[in-house]
């Protein structure tokens, strides 16, 4: 195992004890960090090869929403580096007689806690959280403001994939207005330079990302033939107050990646979705699993690329 550490690349470069979104990270730190996951994901193809990086630390999961692959790849990552791992459920704790997060937050820590992974549906408790306890802290979604790891993960198979970022062409098509998930992907994209195009319904895509060179179309069946990567992001039905479009039906006929538009794109077009998926609402079962999707790989990028950040921020837990 210590041929295996001696391979990782130098992180000396990166300088952050937390991680919160990716529009404070450099190319060169997305860089590194997809490096790390890579060479995460090698290694870690089974359970049998557990690396001891994180012997000794405890990494408390504080999801206050739902997860199924956030949380499930968070905990194993912990605990292929050798940490130990406290699954805080929510639901059950003492937020419910009115504790507030930061209070829980602190109460965890002092029995012994060095990071926290959170997820929360309030736009900038992670932030919250990092400012008033003294572990680092990995945002793990937080309303529809950021999923950094969703977005490396995403990244890092993309790159598998084509090679690089550079002078791609990426789409991200349908609920942009309540996803947490492309906001991190447009920064993280944007960084390594390629071409982002959100599409989607007119009410669920807004312009105020076309300050950063982010292009907008509301028909995808235009836009198919040019695009090289095509993310497919979840209706977020929990998070709209009103019916953003008529009928699921519409969208349908609009927006769903199905057999009949997958001929219109290039041959070779990735098919990417961060889950979970709405079979026959963003994307058909045939598409979703058929050739160009990396749908599944993407799964196991996200446990390599979550190695990568918990190792990375423990490095600077001194830092800022
Ligand atoms: C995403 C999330 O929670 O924001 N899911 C995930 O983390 N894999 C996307 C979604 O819920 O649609």
């Known amino acids: 195992m210590d041929d295996f550490i001696s391979t990782l690349p130098c992180v000396d470069s990166w300088r952050h004890k937390h991680l919160l979104g990716l529009e404070s990270l450099s190319a060169e730190d997305i860089t590194l960090l997809l490096d790390v996951a890579d060479r995460f994901r090698t290694i870690c193809k089974s359970a049998k090869n557990k690396l001891n990086l994180l012997s000794g630390k405890t990494v408390c999961t504080l ?67 990092s400012e008033n306890a003294s572990g680092c802290v990995l945002n793990a979604g937080d309303g529809a403001h950021a999923h950094p790891t969703q977005a490396l993960l995403d990244i890092l198979t993309i790159r598998q994939r084509l090679g690089t970022l550079e002078g791609k062409t990426v789409a991200l098509v349908g609920d942009i207005a309540h996803s947490r998930v492309a906001r991190s992907n447009i920064w993280g994209l944007k960084k390594l330079g390629a071409k982002v195009i ?23 069946d235009e836009i198919l033939p040019n695009v090289d990567v095509l993310n497919l992001l979840r209706i977020q039905f929990e998070r709209q107050q009103s019916r953003p479009f008529p009928s699921v039906r519409e969208y349908e006929l609009l927006y769903t990646m199905n057999a009949r538009r997958l001929a219109k794109a290039k041959k070779d077009v990735l098919i990417i979705a961060p889950g979970p998926i709405n079979r026959g609402v963003e994307v058909t079962a045939e598409v979703a699993d058929g050739p160009q999707s990396a749908i599944i790989d993407q799964v196991t990028n996200g446990l390599a690329v979550r190695m990568a950040a918990l190792w990375l921020t423990d490095l600077r837990r001194d830092g800022e």
């Not at 959100?198 to 995808?220: D, H, M, N, Q, R």
């Open 63 to 129: 999801f206050f929403e739902n997860s199924t692959r956030t949380r499930s790849s968070f905990t194993l990552a912990a605990q292929r580096l050798g940490a130990s791992v406290l699954a805080f459920a929510a639901g059950t704790s003492s937020m419910s007689k009115g504790e507030t997060v930061v209070d829980t937050a602190r109460n965890i820590e002092a029995m012994g806690v060095d990071s926290f992974v959170v997820r929360h549906n309030m736009p900038g408790a992670p932030k919250l959280i």
């Open 198 to 220: 959100l599409c989607g319904p007119s009410t669920l895509v807004s312009s105020e990302w076309a300050k950063i060179g982010v292009e907008y179309s509301y028909s995808l």
